[in-house]
């Protein structure tokens, strides 16, 4: 019931955030099994339903919505990485930042991708359109830097997908050849 009413009262704001980044008409049509927060899972289980309950959710009504798109976009999307990390960025990024303004970075998401996200960065931005002030904030907070120009040659192709168009442009890219990473570290003691 409190997850249900939270839904109602923020579904329009999500449903227009979700129109906008896909860019397209879409349903999404999914049976959400709501489970005691103790649990604290999600997990899809495709055939258009999902398992949902998580502490985090007693105390931040935002995560319950945030996780909620997150698995209902599982079943919109086929199971492989680049989509897993367009759902973390279009929902446990981007609808964080659009519902509670908060910027989220790539530590909070799966580690097994945090490469993958990196390597898609540049396409993502230009595909949101987003601003180079924008790009350079939420770089800084991501610890990452890239020269934006390189990448202005994809502009015109990319900003005129919808959200189906683009992750098939990532699939066909070839990612490990066109995108070169490296890193570097701080250390520092815990506090």
């Given at each position: 019931?409190?997850?249900?009413?939270?839904?109602?009262?923020?579904?329009?704001?999500?449903?227009?955030?979700?129109?906008?980044?896909?860019?397209?008409?879409?349903?999404?049509?999914?049976?959400?099994?709501?489970?005691?927060?103790?649990?604290?899972?999600?997990?899809?289980?495709?055939?258009?339903?999902?398992?949902?309950?998580h502490q985090k959710?007693?105390?931040?009504?935002?995560?319950?919505?945030?996780?909620?798109?997150?698995?209902?976009?599982?079943?919109?999307?086929?199971?492989?990485?680049?989509?897993?990390?367009?759902?973390?960025?279009?929902?446990?990024?981007?609808?964080?930042?659009?519902?509670?303004?908060?910027?989220?970075?790539?530590n909070d998401c799966?580690?097994?991708?945090?490469?993958?996200?990196?390597?898609?960065?540049?396409?993502?931005?230009?595909?949101?359109?987003?601003?180079?002030?924008?790009?350079?904030?939420?770089?800084?907070?991501?610890?990452?830097?890239?020269?934006?120009?390189?990448?202005?040659?994809?502009?015109?192709?990319?900003?005129?997908?919808?959200?189906?168009?683009?992750?098939?442009?990532?699939?066909?890219?070839?990612?490990?050849?066109?995108?070169?990473?490296?890193?570097?570290?701080?250390?520092?003691?815990?506090?």
């Open positions: 019931m409190r997850i249900e009413k939270n839904w109602e009262k923020n579904k329009d704001k999500i449903n227009a955030y979700l129109s906008q980044i896909f860019k397209k008409d879409f349903t999404i049509d999914t049976t959400a099994i709501i489970v005691c927060p103790a649990l604290n899972t999600g997990e899809n289980l495709r055939n258009n339903t999902f398992v949902w309950g959710g007693l105390d931040d009504a935002f995560y319950d919505l945030i996780y909620l798109v997150h698995e209902s976009l599982h079943s919109y999307f086929k199971m492989d990485e680049i989509t897993h990390a367009i759902i973390e960025n279009i929902a446990d990024i981007g609808l964080n930042k659009h519902l509670e303004n908060k910027d989220v970075s790539f799966l580690s097994y991708i945090k490469m993958l996200h990196i390597k898609i960065l540049p396409f993502w931005n230009i595909y949101l359109e987003k601003k180079k002030a924008d790009i350079e904030k939420e770089n800084a907070i991501n610890n990452i830097s890239y020269d934006q120009s390189a990448f202005d040659k994809y502009k015109s192709k990319i900003k005129i997908m919808n959200i189906d168009d683009f992750v098939t442009f990532l699939e066909e890219l070839d990612l490990e050849k066109l995108v070169n990473i490296k890193c570097s570290y701080s250390i520092n003691i815990k506090t």
